[in-house]
T-cell receptor, first 112, second 118 residues
Framework: DQQVKQNSPSLSVQEGRISILNCDYT??????FLWYKKYPAEGPTFLIS?????DKNEDGRFTVFLNKSAKHLSLHIVPSQPGDSAVYFC???????????FGTGTRLTVIP | DAGVIQSPRHEVTEMGQEVTLRCKPI?????LFWYRQTMMRGLELLIY????????DSGMPEDRFSAKMPNASFSTLKIQPSEPRDSAVYFC????????????????FGPGTRLTVL
């Protein structure tokens, strides 16, 4: 049973525009959420995270929004750049737990 | 730091053969995780260790899979016998738990091993 879901397998965006990647989760015990970025032939790398006590976290061009009541989070990239083209994984963790639950990933293509 | 090291990077084998994947975590990290990536299920946690001790192996698909961590700098994931449905990319990741109230610590991933079972 997939506890973290990314329903869009792919997304294409023009360079300079906003990219919005979505993620839903089912486990109400999750209290920490992360986004990882993965290039081909490489392992995922940490991008940005958010704790459940916040509803927004920003780091440069990347912002993550959390809506706890809807069990939904999103990653906004603005402006999008061709180098942002990668697979983005959403992940979640419960308080005190050491393991992460990952989604299936969304492949973002930024068109120059 | 060299990061998490995995070997081999690619493995092609025939059904029924034994496969051993290797991982060297980042020095000083006390948690080690094995994941499998497939199109259908994304990144699945197979097993994780803390201080070389297996903590949760509920993600291991069946008895054909086994993992060991004989010391803090080395872990193996073994599949015996291998089957075509085991074809996937297998990632190893490591992390360390800091003191304080942080509920989670970032995991650092290796480059993965692409396994193909014919």
């Amino acid at each position: 049973d997939q506890q973290v879901k990314q329903n869009s397998p792919s997304l294409s965006v023009q360079e300079g525009r906003i990219s919005i990647l979505n993620c839903d989760y089912t486990n109400s015990m999750f209290d920490y959420f992360l986004w990882y970025k993965k290039y081909p032939a490489e392992g995922p790398t940490f991008l940005i995270s958010i704790s459940s006590i916040k509803d927004k976290n920003e780091d440069g061009r990347f912002t993550v929004f959390l809506n706890k009541s809807a069990k939904h989070l999103s990653l906004h990239i603005v402006p999008s750049q061709p180098g942002d083209s990668a697979v983005y994984f959403c992940a979640a963790s419960a308080e005190g737990a050491n393991n992460l639950f990952f989604g299936t990933g969304t492949r973002l293509t930024v068109i120059p | 730091d060299a990061g998490v090291i995995q070997s081999p990077r690619h493995e092609v084998t025939e059904m029924g053969q034994e496969v051993t994947l290797r991982c060297k975590p980042i020095s000083g990290h006390d948690y080690l995780f094995w994941y499998r990536q497939t199109m259908m299920r994304g990144l699945e946690l197979l097993i994780y260790f803390n201080n070389n001790v297996p903590i949760d192996d509920s993600g291991m698909p069946e008895d054909r899979f086994s993992a060991k961590m004989p010391n803090a700098s080395f872990s193996t994931l073994k599949i015996q016998p291998s089957e075509p449905r085991d074809s996937a990319v297998y990632f190893c990741a490591s992390s360390f738990r800091t003191s304080g109230n942080s509920s989670y610590n970032e995991q650092f991933f290796g480059p993965g091993t692409r396994l193909t079972v014919l």
